[in-house]
């Protein structure tokens, strides 16, 4: 009887590897991809705002 019950632990172990591995994968995936669109943005905002790029510095030569 003590066989089935550390089989059966074992097993719920394994299983229930995939699900944490889910819950912390996860929120981190969106926490990237959220602020990778954020700093874009800024970057697209501040191109925007600063007059004089330096490629028009090159496009005079």
Same mark, same amino acid.
């Given at each position: 009887?003590? +066989?089935?019950?550390?089989?059966?632990?074992?097993?719920? /172990?394994?299983?229930?590897? &995939?699900?944490?591995?889910? @819950?912390?994968?996860?929120?981190? +995936?969106?926490?990237?991809?959220?602020?990778?669109?954020? /700093?874009?943005?800024?970057? &697209?905002?501040?191109?925007? @705002?600063?007059?004089?790029?330096?490629?028009?510095?090159?496009?005079?030569?």
């Amino acid at each position: 009887m003590k +066989k089935i019950h550390f089989i059966v632990i074992i097993a719920s /172990v394994f299983l229930l590897q &995939a699900c944490v591995h889910k @819950i912390v994968t996860v929120p981190a +995936k969106v926490a990237y991809k959220t602020t990778k669109g954020v /700093v874009k943005g800024t970057v &697209a905002v501040g191109k925007a @705002i600063i007059p004089g790029d330096s490629d028009d510095d090159k496009k005079d030569d």
